[in-house]
């Protein structure tokens, strides 16, 4: 078990180390809680939450104030990971004083320890800004989901020569910017390879393969709490849908059958109590 709490530097340092960095998401106290007691690196509050937690279709109406009231709550639960938090859609493209200020908001009022954007070559100017505030930035490039009505869907990106080749400049772009770890999504494997041999910062994979520095996973996806949705990448560790939904139906009836609640699960009153009472009628 992990006894120092992770920090920016202290993800850097772990490439090439041959220690995998293992992050995943979360969204809230209780999911955090638990988590704090694994040894997990990186807790991610990404702007997934949209999709994961308040049912929207896609990232893009993820709000400042749902990043920051979801990334307070994880803060609450974690003592261990560092905490990085999703600048969500809007909150950033606009400029780069736009940019420094919200990766401040969530610094100030979420309480986190690093942020994240999407986005390579183009952010690197907000990224080395948000740097220069003290701020440290994860990037993510490949698949980006709030770029979604560009890229025409969910797909794998890089996978042609030309495209391949701007992703790696992103990755450079980042690093250069002062990026102090890069999410690749939803890239090839051999792409991942190569980035992740190229730059000096850790990689940090999901749908990229087996050789980048670090892996992440939706927290949902790998417990198996969304049961229409398994893409290729994810790999469920439980089935925790399954198991809530069987459970629900056992207390549905065991409240209908009168089996719950029982004397185990009935508070007592004292002896005298219950003579008292009954005196008094
Ligand atoms: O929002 C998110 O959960 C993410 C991860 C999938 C990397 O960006």
Redesign the pocket.
Known sequence: MKTKRATAPSIIARKNTGKKIVAL?AYDYSFSRILDTTGIDIL?V????GMVCLGYEN?LPVTMEDMIAHTRSVKRGNTQALLVS?LPFMSYQISVEQAVSNAGRLMQEGLADAV?LEGGTSEAEKVSAIVRAGIPVMG?IGLT?QSVHQMGGYSVQGKHYSAARKIKEDAKALQKAGAFSI?L?GIPGSLAEEITKEIKIPTIG?GAGPHCDGQ?L?LHDLLGMNLDFRPKFVKQYANLGEQIQSAVHDYISEVQSGAFPDTEHTYNQKETAIRKMEEAV
């Open positions: 998401t991610l990404g702007d997934s939450l990232t999703d994240k993510h989901p999410v999504e999901i992440i939706v």
